[in-house]
């Protein structure tokens, strides 16, 4: 019989209760915070500190590129690619924002994690019924100076390829008036893959692009932003052969 390869016992022994640690501690900060910090600002500073501790913990080394792009005190909404349940952590500890992001109505009744994106002020959907009430949280985040991460593509890619962006996403952006990000993710799909219950050191590499106005575009437009905001995107996703360059830069 074959014996798993190395790091899917450094996953499952070292990895996952290192990981739970994290998240039952933090979470349990986060959540007692939100009685006295109702915009969620310390809740944030614990989800920056989990995704810091996942990713020195795993061994994943980010390089950003584009963050002076970024107005710490605006407001934005962040179109990223997702190839890994680790593009969350990779973009909470890189990005010098307060962040939310929109999550399963389902993720909430998960202990710990589930407690926190409720507290803290993440947007959970219904899949069913995903616009419900988005647009009067979204006003108050603004007026929070918060901004919100979307993966327009609505899954994780298995391949590395981007899929096509759905819409919705954008129409958030167009009815709030926020400017979109475009954000390119590449190195995580190796760090974990879909579907893989084995996490492997990486490189990953983040760029953010140039903030594209909303302001006076209308529902007829949304469509057309998506394609252009992929198509951004797609520019610095890096391919998969590309990826063991990237480590000797």
């Known amino acids: 019989m074959r014996l798993p390869p190395y790091h899917w016992w450094r996953t499952v022994f070292f990895l996952i209760p290192a990981i739970s640690v994290y998240t039952i501690v933090l979470g349990t900060l986060s959540v007692t915070s939100s009685f006295f910090d109702r915009r969620g600002f310390f809740a944030h500073g614990c989800a920056r500190l989990w995704a810091r501790l996942i990713l020195r913990t795993t061994g994943v080394r980010v390089r950003a590129r584009g963050l002076e792009q970024l107005d710490p005190h605006a407001s934005y909404v962040l179109a990223s690619n997702h190839q890994s349940i680790y593009d969350i952590p990779v973009l909470f500890d890189t990005l010098p924002l307060q962040l939310r992001f929109v999550a399963k109505a389902a993720l909430g009744h998960v202990p710990f994690l589930g407690w926190h994106l409720r507290r803290a002020g993440h947007l959970l959907v219904q899949r069913e019924n995903p616009g419900a009430g988005i647009l009067e949280r979204m006003t108050r985040l603004i007026g929070d100076q918060v ?25 958030i952006a167009v009815d709030s008036g926020l400017p979109v ?55 610095a996703v890096v391919a998969d052969g590309e990826m063991g360059a990237l480590a000797r830069d």
Request: some cysteine; hydrophobic content about 40%.
């Open 147 to 171: 901004s919100l991460i979307v993966f327009p593509e609505g899954t994780r890619s298995r391949d590395g390829r981007i899929a096509r962006f759905k819409g919705g996403p954008f129409r």
């Open 181 to 235: 990000v475009p954000v390119s993710v590449s190195g995580t799909r190796h760090v974990m893959l879909k579907g893989r219950l084995m996490t492997c050191p990486g490189d990953v590499e983040l760029t953010v692009h140039a903030p594209i106005p909303t302001a006076g575009l209308t529902g007829a437009d949304v469509r057309p932003l998506a394609g252009r905001v992929r198509a951004i995107v797609e520019t």
